[in-house]
């Protein structure tokens, strides 16, 4: 009897010390103790979040930018356009710059004197001497290129051998060309004394208005090439 006494007593120890220490190491309460590091807890530095939206951010439009500015630009350039018409007598640029005061343009006309040559001269350059100049005229003969003098004037084209003279430089390129075709290698084309003056106009400060007005007036002149002013 004694004995279940001492039992029952300690079983009825061993519930209260289990009431005591609280709930079993699996029940909730437990595991939240045992989670929970106090001493491993750390601050961590802020993402840069900020920069990082900055680089996703889209480009500022520089090329808008520059595309705006570049018709400033061609309207500066077209402004400051000039064309020349080279090659007026004197009768006819009087006319051309009556038409320009009509389209309002008058302010925008100078004109210069070109001087032209009276003629071009195929020719062999001076060899010298009348003796060295003979023996070339020799050597041409033997060509069966007869049609030829010996320039003996005191210029610089002394001893000279000429080959023809003619009133345009086209044709006395043309001669030149047939001349080459028939051995001679030292023929040149040259200018001899001055003809009557050409009158070439410029007109400056150009938009596109007044070139499109100039071309139109350039219908009545059709000599006239228009190129850039020099």
Known sequence: MLKFVLGALLVANLAMFVIERGEPAGHEPARMKNQLYPDRIRLLPATASAPAAAADAPAAPVAAVATAAAPSAATAAAAAACVELASFTAAEAGR???????????????????????????????????EAADAKTEELRRLG??????????????????????????????????????GVRTARVEQFGTGPARIAIQLRGLDAAAEAQITRARAEFPRQEAQGCG
């Open 145 to 182: 290129i007869t049609d030829t003098f010996i320039i003996q004037d005191n210029s610089a084209r002394r001893w000279g051998i000429a080959l023809g003279t003619f009133r345009s430089e086209e044709a006395a390129q043309s001669h030149l060309a047939a001349m080459s075709r028939r």
């Open 96 to 130: 051309f710059e009556a038409r320009m005061a009509e389209l309002g343009l008058a302010d925008r006309v100078s004109r210069r004197d070109v001087p032209t040559p009276s003629s071009y001269m195929v020719m062999i350059p001076p060899q010298g001497s009348r």
